[in-house]
């Protein structure tokens, strides 16, 4: 079974550019989340979908951050523009049918967003 | 709100040696407590997690923690390291309720492995 996948690894862009990550979750996983983790700091918590729809939002930055997962399969997350203080590891994480801590969230590698 | 405190930024021990690596959590109930370990180009890994009953959870890779509340704490512990644990190491909390499954992560303590 192929684990969560994230494209690209690494992207590097300048300031006031549009970036788009993408993730892959565990096939069959209603469940996927969005973190972030900025240098020297905590893997911090953004959004979480079941399927196609947001449970919960609560940790996007601002307005300039948005997530879609069209179909509930694949989701992206977008910058727009992008932010110097956007630089981090933005990390996708994936669960199974129904949405519980109980349940395991598996984690991709992460994308590494550089903002110059 | 709750939140996870790793006090150790960098941690190295001699192969063979004992590990223990802490982390203290701040929430009102009963917490969801998990340790996470991240190798070098990989994703976060889950070494165990406690939801409740028996204290001593019992992981993967030969990995224990051990859950105690009066202290806030859920350390997680190996009793001979391998080279092969060198990583980064967090932990975290999930808080149960509101319809939130959202983990909150404490800032990770890298171990490294000296042969």
């Known amino acids: 079974e192929a684990g969560v996948t994230q494209f690209p690894s690494h992207s590097v862009i300048e300031k006031g550019q549009t970036v788009t990550l993408r993730c892959d979750p565990i096939?069959?996983?209603?469940?996927l989340y969005w973190y972030r983790r900025v240098m020297g700091k905590e893997i911090k918590f953004l959004l979480h979908f079941v399927k196609e729809s947001k449970q919960d939002e609560s940790g996007m930055p601002n307005n300039r951050f948005l997530a879609e997962r069209t179909g509930g399969t694949y989701s992206t997350l977008k910058v727009q523009p992008a932010e110097l203080e956007d630089s981090g590891v933005y990390f996708c994480a994936s669960s199974r049918v129904r949405a519980s801590l109980t349940d395991t969230q598996y984690f991709g590698p992460g994308t590494r967003l550089t903002v110059l | 709100a709750q939140s996870v405190t790793q006090p150790d930024i960098h941690i190295t021990v001699s192969e063979g040696a004992s590990l223990e690596l802490r982390c203290n959590y701040s929430?009102?109930?009963?917490?969801?407590l998990f340790w996470y370990v991240q190798s070098p180009g990989q994703g976060l890994q889950l070494l165990l997690k406690?939801?409740?009953?028996?204290?001593l959870v019992q992981g993967i890779k030969g990995f224990e923690a051990e859950f105690k509340r009066s202290q806030s704490s859920f350390n997680l512990r190996k009793p001979s390291v391998h080279w092969s644990d060198a990583a980064e190491y967090f932990c975290?909390?999930?808080?149960?309720?509101?319809?939130?499954?959202?983990?909150?992560f404490g800032k990770g303590t890298k171990l490294s492995v000296i042969p």
């Open positions: 975290a909390v999930g808080a149960s309720g509101a319809g939130s499954y959202q983990l909150t």
């Open positions: 929430y009102g109930a009963t917490p969801y």
């Open positions: 096939s069959g996983h209603d469940n």
């Open positions: 406690y939801f409740s009953g028996d204290t």
